[in-house]
């Protein structure tokens, strides 16, 4: 391989994201050679062979076993890191997530320590926005550094948030963690999940194309990415025009196939009020401002796809009853709103509405509020002075964020300006961790033991005055 021919280790390369960043690595002027680790299955197989003829090497492999990383990772100037399980299958196997996502993200960052020069590696990870879990407004935006605070059942976000905690705290020096929000798809015309209803139609998210994610992908490779771009946490987002409620969605994806009055398919009855995650990103433009990456809006892959919606779905998208006894069957299936309802599953009732009484209040059309929330942005407090350079943060600073976390610092002396280096925590219920200010501060993590147990996170927002700006925005909430 010539010296100046760049080497890019890609996982997940057969999914949506991954799929994107393979084309736009490929058609980009620079010299590479495209390494992509990915799973033996017929339908993997299928997707990587017209790679195959482009020039990319592929690894038949496995994410949790780490000769296969090593082997991807050997040699590579840049590993993109997007593999992993996703929901809706991740909700469907939460061991098997845990095991792929975490052992993941593990065996990445050990074959990168073993590199003769790990220093000259970078490793970009891709997060998730499912990191920050449910921010109806009037707390709908966000920003890098809020907390974490994970949705009940939600394992997908639960195995993210450990692997990042991996990432940021893994000692490497050329990382960093993209949080992903969702990647637009034609919905309508692929086949249809149950998760879809997860989503209360009064929440908001800021979305991003698949084409732009995957340019995305291919930028950070650039040489001319500044070097303060690693060792940082971001949002990717696609910008103002990208920033939709669910409702917007979901009506402009049904018109995109042809139906003219997407409401008369859906009941907003079949919808969850909450336990899901999305917000508007107050600090998404950062990203772009270091990375450029965006080309495209929302509504420009709609249109771009329209044409492309199969005959069929045209056709029943003139008949809007057709549409919503489909939609209404997918709600009534394992894993639908409707399912859990007419099952008895408590547990998930309880976690998607509230209460099952809270479920029978919700009204249809005729009494919908189209109230869309404010489009300016705020931000919550993260307990320390965010103008002071990095540099100038203190031990005093630290503990004083601690203390608004509920907890304290047990360090007695802190590296000024590093936040590499591991300092020693206790949260409000005793536990005692290990962390960094780039986890801790930038990150807006905090004890591992609770933010894994949703469970316990009235307790955590009785003492920390940091998680309560996340916990308390709606009133049934005890």
Same mark, same amino acid.
């Given at each position: 391989?010539?010296?100046?021919?760049?080497?890019?280790?890609?996982?997940?390369?057969?999914?949506?994201?991954?799929?994107?960043?393979?084309?736009?690595?490929?058609?980009?002027?620079?010299?590479?050679?495209?390494?992509?680790?990915?799973?033996?299955?017929?339908?993997?197989?299928?997707?990587?062979?017209?790679?195959?003829?482009?020039?990319?090497?592929?690894?038949?492999?496995?994410? =949790?076993?780490? %000769? !296969? +990383? @090593?082997?991807? *990772?050997?040699?590579? &100037?840049?590993?993109?890191?997007?593999?992993?399980?996703?929901?809706?299958?991740?909700?469907?196997?939460?061991?098997?997530?845990?095991?792929?996502?975490?052992?993941?993200?593990?065996?990445?960052?050990?074959?990168?320590?073993?590199?003769?020069?790990?220093?000259?590696?970078?490793?970009?990870?891709?997060?998730?926005?499912?990191?920050?879990?449910?921010?109806?407004?009037?707390?709908?935006?966000?920003?890098?550094?809020?907390?974490?605070?994970?949705?009940?059942?939600?394992?997908?976000?639960?195995?993210?948030?450990?692997?990042?905690?991996?990432?940021?705290?893994?000692?490497?020096?050329?990382?960093?963690?993209?949080?992903?929000?969702?990647?637009?798809?034609?919905?309508?015309?692929?086949?249809?999940?149950?998760?879809?209803?997860? =989503?209360?139609? %009064? !929440? +908001? @998210?800021?979305? *991003?194309?698949?084409? &732009?994610?995957?340019?995305?992908?291919?930028?950070?490779?650039?040489?001319?990415?500044?070097?303060?771009?690693?060792?940082?946490?971001?949002?990717?987002?696609?910008?103002?025009?990208?920033?939709?409620?669910?409702?917007?969605?979901?009506?402009?994806?049904?018109?995109?196939?042809?139906?003219?009055?997407?409401?008369?398919?859906?009941?907003?009855?079949?919808?969850?009020?909450?336990?899901?995650?999305?917000?508007?990103?107050?600090?998404?433009?950062?990203?772009?401002?270091?990375?450029?990456?965006?080309?495209?809006?929302?509504?420009?892959?709609?249109?771009?796809?329209?044409?492309?919606?199969?005959?069929?779905?045209?056709?029943?998208?003139?008949?809007?009853?057709?549409?919503?006894?489909?939609?209404?069957?997918?709600?009534?299936?394992?894993?639908?709103?409707?399912?859990?309802?007419?099952?008895?599953?408590?547990?998930?009732?309880?976690?998607?509405?509230?209460?099952?009484?809270?479920?029978?209040?919700?009204?249809?059309?005729?009494?919908?509020?189209?109230?869309?929330?404010?489009?300016?942005?705020?931000?919550?407090?993260?307990?320390?002075?965010?103008?002071?350079?990095?540099?100038?943060?203190?031990?005093?600073?630290?503990?004083?964020?601690?203390?608004?976390?509920?907890?304290?610092?047990?360090?007695?002396?802190?590296?000024?300006?590093?936040?590499?280096?591991?300092?020693?925590?206790?949260?409000?219920?005793?536990?005692?961790?290990?962390?960094?200010?780039?986890?801790?501060?930038?990150?807006?993590?905090?004890?591992?033991?609770?933010?894994?147990?949703?469970?316990?996170?009235?307790?955590?927002?009785?003492?920390?005055?940091?998680?309560?700006?996340?916990?308390?925005?709606?009133?049934?909430?005890?």
């Amino acid at each position: 391989m010539p010296s100046d021919t760049q080497r890019v280790f890609l996982t997940g390369a057969s999914g949506g994201m991954g799929r994107a960043g393979l084309e736009a690595l490929l058609a980009g002027p620079e010299r590479r050679e495209v390494v992509a680790l990915v799973p033996p299955t017929e339908n993997d197989q299928r997707i990587m062979a017209p790679y195959l003829r482009r020039g990319v090497r592929v690894i038949w492999g496995d994410l =949790t076993h780490y %000769a !296969d +990383v @090593l082997a991807g *990772v050997s040699g590579a &100037d840049y590993v993109l890191h997007v593999g992993g399980l996703v929901s809706p299958l991740a909700d469907a196997q939460p061991k098997r997530t845990l095991e792929v996502n975490v052992g993941a993200a593990r065996n990445i960052v050990r074959a990168i320590q073993a590199q003769p020069e790990p220093e000259r590696v970078r490793l970009v990870y891709i997060g998730t926005i499912a990191q920050t879990g449910h921010r109806p407004a009037p707390i709908h935006w966000g920003r890098v550094g809020d907390p974490i605070k994970l949705s009940t059942f939600d394992t997908y976000a639960l195995s993210k948030t450990i692997a990042e905690r991996l990432i940021v705290d893994s000692g490497l020096r050329h990382w960093v963690s993209l949080r992903q929000t969702g990647i637009a798809r034609m919905a309508a015309s692929t086949r249809l999940d149950p998760i879809l209803f997860h =989503t209360p139609l %009064a !929440d +908001v @998210l800021e979305w *991003v194309t698949p084409r &732009d994610s995957g340019r995305l992908l291919a930028n950070v490779c650039a040489p001319t990415v500044p070097p303060d771009f690693w060792g940082r946490i971001y949002n990717i987002g696609g910008g103002q025009p990208n920033r939709l409620t669910n409702v917007e969605l979901f009506e402009r994806t049904l018109r995109a196939t042809g139906l003219r009055h997407p409401r008369r398919a859906l009941d907003p009855r079949w919808f969850a009020l909450r336990n899901f995650h999305g917000h508007w990103f107050s600090d998404s433009d950062r990203l772009e401002a270091l990375v450029p990456f965006r080309t495209q809006t929302l509504d420009e892959y709609l249109a771009e796809q329209a044409p492309l919606v199969p005959w069929y779905i045209r056709l029943g998208s003139a008949f809007p009853q057709l549409v919503r006894r489909r939609l209404e069957r997918v709600a009534r299936g394992p894993g639908g709103t409707l399912h859990w309802l007419a099952h008895g599953d408590e547990a998930r009732i309880a976690a998607y509405f509230g209460s099952r009484e809270a479920w029978g209040a919700i009204r249809g059309w005729e009494a919908w509020e189209a109230v869309r929330p404010t489009s300016t942005p705020s931000q919550l407090d993260h307990g320390y002075d965010e103008q002071l350079p990095r540099e100038a943060i203190s031990l005093t600073d630290v503990q004083a964020a601690a203390r608004f976390r509920g907890g304290q610092c047990l360090s007695t002396d802190m590296p000024r300006g590093d936040w590499r280096a591991l300092l020693r925590w206790q949260c409000h219920a005793g536990h005692e961790f290990t962390a960094s200010l780039n986890l801790i501060l930038m990150g807006g993590h905090w004890c591992p033991t609770c933010l894994a147990d949703p469970a316990s996170y009235p307790q955590l927002a009785q003492h920390s005055a940091f998680f309560r700006q996340v916990w308390r925005p709606a009133p049934d909430r005890p």
